[in-house]
């Protein structure tokens, strides 16, 4: 079965500063990632996602996330962070060996604080 | 305005009172889903729908139900509540299947006393 592990439940940082959140994924041979970021009482939104082709997909937003393959990690990156980021991210994965591509399977998320 | 609405938003219930959730999409889209979502477990597929009539199971189905007999509804029925089941619930649909965007619902807060 397919799994996804966001190893960071909570990650505060200050504004302006850069982050990573991390997400592994259960091996398989091809994969479709996705990040999705839940603010307060609101349900959830694509931020970005990886199907094929290039490896680092960007959000419009400035978030970025890089599919490594030989890790099995999609890492989302911003390289300065803003108060309105403040919000809890999902990295998911869809996989064609479990339940082929119509079964998603989400992380735990990690909150992101952002500090003044 | 493209959206997805869920009924009711919140809801408080005893054991055993069936109950069901409505979820609506107005973006003619065939791939329609239910999460719940639960503190530290993140969010874990209970049901899915490829289409008017074709569902099947996510990783969390026992207690529940669901049907598809319009392309723009997808209703989860609990026919015997449980207090395990005391989640935050939501709907999403997107294109064709999860590789294209999901769009959720705004989340159904459900106890069961």
């Known amino acids: 079965a397919q799994s996804v592990t966001q190893l960071d439940s909570q990650v505060p940082v200050f504004e302006e500063a850069p982050v990573e959140l991390r997400c592994n994924y259960s091996?398989?041979?091809?994969?479709?990632l996705f990040w999705y970021v839940q603010y307060p009482n609101q349900g959830l939104q694509l931020l970005l996602k990886?199907?094929?082709?290039?490896?680092l997909v960007e959000s419009i937003n400035g978030f970025e996330a890089e599919f490594n393959k030989s890790q099995t990690s999609f890492h989302l990156r911003k390289p300065s962070v803003h108060i309105s980021d403040t919000a809890e991210y999902f990295c998911?994965?869809?996989?064609?060996?479990?339940?082929?591509?119509?079964?998603?399977?989400f992380g735990t998320g990690t909150k992101l604080q952002v500090i003044p | 305005e493209a959206q997805v609405t869920q009924n009711p938003r919140y809801l408080i219930t005893v054991t055993g009172k069936k109950l069901t959730v409505t979820c609506s999409q107005n973006?003619?889209?065939?791939?329609m889903s239910w999460y719940r979502q639960d503190p530290g477990l993140g969010l874990r597929q209970i049901y899915y729908?490829?289409?008017?009539?074709?569902?099947d199971k996510g990783d969390v189905p026992e207690g529940y139900k669901v049907s598809r007999k319009e392309k723009r509804n997808f209703p989860l029925i609990l026919e015997s509540p449980s207090p395990n089941q005391t989640s935050l619930y939501f709907c999403?649909?997107?294109?064709?299947?999860?590789?294209?965007?999901?769009?959720f619902g705004p989340g159904t807060r459900l106890t069961v006393t």
């Open positions: 999403a649909s997107s294109r064709d299947s999860p590789r294209y965007e999901q769009y």
């Open positions: 973006m003619n889209h065939e791939y």
């Open positions: 998911a994965v869809s996989d064609p060996d479990s339940g082929g591509y119509q079964k998603v399977t």
């Open positions: 990886y199907l094929s082709g290039s490896t």
């Open positions: 091996s398989s041979v091809s994969v479709y």
């Open positions: 729908s490829m289409n008017v009539e074709v569902t």
